[in-house]
């Protein structure tokens, strides 16, 4: 017998819930949210500060654990096969240009490691085309978003049952409870009180993208950055290890994408409308120590790129945050609100995705009378996976950044970030309605989520730790590895 979230349940297949859900944002987690609180049977409004869902930006990871719910919509299903990579091919250089691991399609890797080369672990997405296609989702379900709302200030009203928010105009929204996916530095934080303050990780990221048709400035840049296969025209990811740093570059048929990670900067700031020339960058790949320099392809790749393409991201680090929601438990955050990934964790968009389809379902279990324990519920489901894949992040950071070759040359696998199974076979639907009665039993009798008997959704053998990112930065600074803590994290 199927269980529940396993076998397609359309737009409709479940009654109206009666609950009326305020969503703040229009990132992954919220345009998740809001599709599937309407398919879960939740009347749904959305607010967003800018005047259009922003699609722009490169690539992403993202994770079959996000893709599972596709099933429920056959629109999204056929469009995200579409624009998928098929038939990927990957390979590992030294950041000099010397081929480490030779190129191989991502599915002969899949089965090298023991797993379903027709079923990965995830995938690299362009984010346009990703968020293009949840717009148009949206879009289909006429989902009323109030765009120019800029929130200045949450509230709940605990004997009312309501939550809402003020707009910077001074209008006032409120519904039965709040989802606040409006990102890092959410004003949500000051009524769920788990605001941390960012600290400086020391690096940033190059980040572009650009119209393949660019490529035609240099034909030998062109050449050596061609797609493969026998047709050449599969397309293929090749990463960079270099001292210090690490970079990948994915050619598309339309599109060209390189990003390197690397020392921050002056010019480095966490916005992604922070444009730097093609100049600081080839400066800074002069500036690798050592004897070996970087290729010179890839110095010609960055030289091509176009003007007002290269954003300098500087990449922040926060503690995990210990509080998600509100004290009556009518608001509450998802995605990079609640938690914020390093882009060497690949799980960022995963996680933001999983947070929305979990909350989806545990308010259609919990029901409009009983909203704060759907939440309380909801949260005990994601924080322990959310804190494990976050500091997983820090130590692929370590690995990608500090390569040992002499290793890797006899064990090329040593040079792939860690991407375990507990991440990657989670189906967080499916999850949320198997262990919802004993996940309910056990909050209301005080009994952690790690304690009670639930099958974990994070590294088997784990217990929840508290961690923080000067015990992170205590580790690099002693050039000691990152403990992950006690449990299978492979």
């Known amino acids: 017998m199927a269980k529940e979230g396993q076998e397609s349940k359309p737009l409709g297949s479940y009654p109206s819930s009666g609950i009326n859900v305020l969503i703040v944002g229009t990132g992954l987690a919220g345009l998740t949210a809001a599709i599937e609180c309407i398919r879960k049977g939740h009347s749904v409004q959305v607010l967003e500060r ?52 030779k190129p191989l399609k ?29 717009v148009r989702q949206v879009e289909r379900l006429g989902v009323k978003i109030d765009f120019n709302s800029r929130v200045t200030d949450y509230f709940e009203d605990a004997e009312k049952g309501t939550a809402g928010v003020t707009t910077q105009d001074g209008k006032r929204y409120e519904a039965d409870m ?16 788990g605001a941390v303050r960012a600290k400086s990780s020391g690096r940033a990221m190059w980040r572009a993208a650009f119209p393949i048709e660019h490529m035609d400035k240099d034909p030998a840049v062109k050449e050596h950055y061609s797609m493969v296969g026998p047709n050449k025209d599969e397309p293929i990811v090749r990463t960079y290890l270099a001292p210090g740093a690490y970079a990948l570059t994915l050619t598309r048929p339309d599109t060209m994408i390189w990003i390197l990670n690397h020392d921050a900067n002056d010019t480095s700031s ?3 409308d922070n444009y730097i020339s093609s100049e600081e960058v080839i400066k800074g790949l002069d500036a690798v120590p050592g004897a070996d320099k970087w290729d010179p392809k890839f110095k010609d790749l960055v030289k091509i790129t ?16 210990l509080t998600w929601a509100s004290p009556a438990r009518r608001v509450v955050q998802i ?25 989806a379902s545990c308010l259609q279990l919990s029901g409009k ?28 950071a370590e690995l990608l950044q500090d390569t040992d070759w002499s290793k890797v040359k006899l064990n090329p696998r040593l040079a792939q970030p860690k ?52 015990y992170i930065m205590e580790c690099k600074k002693n050039q000691v590895p990152v403990e992950l803590g006690p449990g299978n994290w492979d």
């Open 50 to 101: 800018d005047t259009a869902i922003n699609t722009a930006g490169d690539m992403y990871f993202m994770g079959l654990s996000a893709t599972h719910f596709f099933k429920h919509w056959p629109e999204m299903k056929e469009e995200y096969d579409s624009i998928g990579l098929h038939n990927a091919w990957i390979e590992t250089y030294k950041h000099s240009g010397e081929i480490m691991v």
């Open 106 to 134: 991502v599915s002969e890797r899949l089965k090298a490691a023991g797993l379903d080369p027709n079923t990965p672990p995830g995938t690299f997405q362009m984010r346009p085309l990703i968020y293009r296609m949840f």
């Open 178 to 193: 709040v989802i606040a996916a409006d990102g890092v530095g959410s004003k949500s934080q000051k009524l769920v009180g």
């Open 270 to 272: 966490e916005s992604w």
């Open 306 to 321: 176009p003007p007002n393409t290269i954003v300098n991201f500087e990449l922040l680090w926060r503690d995990p945050q």
């Open 335 to 359: 995605g990079d609100s609640a938690h914020t990934f390093l882009p060497a964790s690949g799980n960022g968009a995963t996680q933001a995705i999983e947070d929305a389809i979990t909350l």
């Open 369 to 396: 009378d009983n909203i704060p324990d759907g939440i309380e519920a909801h949260t005990r489901y994601r924080f322990i996976r959310n804190s494990c894949a976050q500091k997983m992040g820090f130590s692929n």
């Open 419 to 470: 991407h375990p199974k507990w991440v990657w076979a989670h189906d967080p639907e499916v999850y949320a309605y198997e262990n919802w009665e004993k996940n309910i039993e056990t909050m209301k009798a005080g009994v952690s989520f790690d304690e009670s008997g639930i099958p974990p959704n994070f590294p088997e053998g784990y217990k929840w730790e508290p961690w923080t990112i000067d």
